[in-house]
């Protein structure tokens, strides 16, 4: 059996642990690997659209970086409680024809016993912004350097 840790129930520090590795995996981009942290049978909900499984975790994420260029992601714990963590987030992208955007959401996740991720549930707003606008720079195919500014330290 997979396991992830830092595993349930979770504490501050472990709580924010889970969070910091889920961002450096999606900034990452490599969608066989972060469907790794998931069940294989997963439940998610992310915006309009709802799937089960890692094979659709893959395809749903494949689909997603390649529309979402120069994908740079923040997340911030919320809140947790046992195996549950709420978390809020922003990230910026530009699409095919050079437009920026800043995604705003919020996710709630619910993990099994070995630490991988059951359930995602995520909510999200986009608003364009100008490439002057943008706050998150960063080498675009790695994780956020521990020097770069969080969400609250952002204003955001």
């Given at each position: 059996?997979?396991?992830?840790?830092?595993?349930?129930?979770?504490?501050?520090?472990?709580?924010?642990?889970?969070?910091?590795?889920?961002?450096?995996g999606?900034?990452?981009?490599?969608?066989?690997?972060?469907?790794?942290?998931?069940?294989?049978?997963?439940?998610?909900?992310?915006?309009?659209?709802?799937?089960?499984?890692?094979?659709?975790?893959?395809?749903f994420?494949?689909r997603?970086?390649?529309?979402?260029?120069?994908?740079?992601?923040?997340?911030?714990?919320?809140?947790f409680?046992?195996?549950?963590?709420?978390?809020?987030?922003?990230?910026?992208?530009?699409?095919?024809?050079?437009?920026?955007?800043?995604?705003?959401?919020?996710?709630?996740?619910?993990?099994?016993?070995?630490?991988?991720?059951a359930?995602?549930?995520?909510?999200?707003?986009?608003?364009?912004?100008?490439?002057?606008?943008?706050?998150?720079?960063?080498?675009?195919?790695?994780?956020?350097?521990?020097?770069?500014?969080?969400?609250?330290?952002?204003?955001?």
């Open positions: 059996m997979d396991s992830r840790p830092p595993l349930p129930p979770f504490d501050a520090d472990t709580a924010a642990q889970k969070v910091r590795m889920a961002e450096d999606w900034n990452g981009r490599n969608a066989e690997r972060v469907s790794l942290a998931y069940t294989p049978d997963s439940r998610w909900r992310n915006r309009s659209e709802i799937f089960q499984g890692r094979d659709r975790i893959v395809e994420l494949t997603k970086w390649k529309q979402e260029q120069d994908y740079r992601l923040i997340k911030e714990l919320w809140a409680t046992g195996n549950r963590i709420a978390v809020r987030f922003a990230y910026e992208y530009r699409d095919a024809t050079g437009q920026w955007f800043r995604a705003y959401g919020n996710e709630n996740w619910a993990f099994d016993g070995n630490g991988l991720m359930e995602r549930h995520a909510s999200i707003n986009d608003l364009a912004i100008r490439e002057d606008q943008r706050l998150f720079h960063w080498d675009a195919s790695g994780p956020r350097p521990a020097d770069h500014p969080g969400l609250s330290e952002l204003g955001l």
